[in-house]
């Protein structure tokens, strides 16, 4: 195939993500942590638009405060972008504009949804026909939550959270969102638990560590089954969450109190997800979430992963 037939810009769209469930191990020598968790991809999209360039560069833009996203080596497409380069041997460039509609630092996945469409789109525009598995295998050494933006869907994830199995999930789960204009750092988030745990602060009658997800988790799942599901959401790190903001605390209580069937912090925080009963409930809980002055959006899930738009 000639280089003229190669398209110019490659338009992907990736979800972002909430953990319905998250386990956290205990820290281990390189640093990481075993997690045991199950992403589910919702409607809240990044837009990545790859054009074809002599050298690497990134733009961002969107809904989202994009001010703190950086734009070097940093910046997890642009790691992407060139690591599928370092693979595949190719020698020219691209500039990715970024299009954030995902919370920045939100505990969403945005910047991991950015390096999936990043992966997909400069495989297409390149034209490295790489399969679904060889993406899967770079994705996974950006992050794990990289590996699930790629495919989407409900998965569980163990290892570092980048070992996936896709997960039975009937119907649809509708969310609504409160996210913060200050975002959490995820280090940050992981190094509080750490200290927390050490220092011997959790409560006797905590959920058990474990690096398996309950089994209710998968039969809710399985059931399409959103009071069921409401039932045994947790997450390891909303503690830590918590005691780096303590008014997110306030805002679990708002939204439960305002009909939600339950309320969890996203990942390592700071979006509250709250899972409601049906689209309607969720429509009249956004309401009241955003007449108390906070930022709410009502998505679902699950979504598909990192997909071209167009070429």
């Not at 500039?95 to 995902?102: A, G, N, Q």
Request: glycine fraction near 10%; charged fraction near 15%; charge should be negative.
């Amino acid at each position: 195939m000639s280089l003229a037939a190669f398209p110019s810009t490659v338009h992907v769209r990736a979800p972002g993500k909430i953990n319905v469930y998250l386990g956290v191990g205990a820290r281990h020598d390189d640093g990481y942590h075993a997690l045991a968790t199950v992403f589910q991809a919702v409607s809240l999209y990044e837009d990545v638009f790859a054009t074809a360039s002599d050298s690497f560069s990134v733009s961002v833009s969107g809904s989202e405060d994009a001010s703190d996203v950086p734009l070097d080596d940093r910046n997890l497409a642009m790691r992407a972008a060139k690591m599928l380069a370092a693979a595949t041997g190719f020698t020219g460039g691209v500039h990715l504009d970024i299009r954030k509609s995902v919370p920045v630092a939100g505990g969403m996945g945005g910047g991991s949804a950015d390096a999936a469409a990043a992966l997909v789109a400069c495989d297409a525009l390149w034209g490295t026909a790489l399969s679904i598995q060889e993406l899967h295998e770079l994705a996974a050494r950006l992050g794990a939550d990289v590996p699930f933006a790629l495919h989407g869907g409900t998965a569980v994830g163990t290892g570092r959270g980048d070992q996936l199995n896709p997960a039975l999930a009937h119907g649809r789960f509708d969310w609504v969102l409160v996210t913060s204009e200050q975002g959490l750092s995820t280090p940050a988030v992981y190094g509080r638990l750490d200290r927390h745990r050490a220092a011997g602060a959790a409560l006797a009658d905590d959920p058990p560590l474990s690096l398996e997800v309950p089994v209710p988790v998968l039969q809710a799942l399985r059931a399409g089954d959103a009071h069921s599901l409401a039932a045994s959401m947790f997450n390891d790190l909303e503690v830590a969450a918590l005691l780096e903001r303590p008014d997110l605390d306030e805002t679990l209580g708002a939204g439960l109190a305002s009909g939600a069937l339950s309320g969890i912090v996203s990942g390592s925080g700071p979006t509250v997800a709250f899972l409601c009963e049906t689209p309607e409930s969720a429509q009249y809980l956004q309401r009241e979430m955003q007449a108390a002055g906070r930022t709410a959006l009502h998505v679902h899930g699950p979504v598909p992963g990192a997909r071209i738009i167009s070429v």
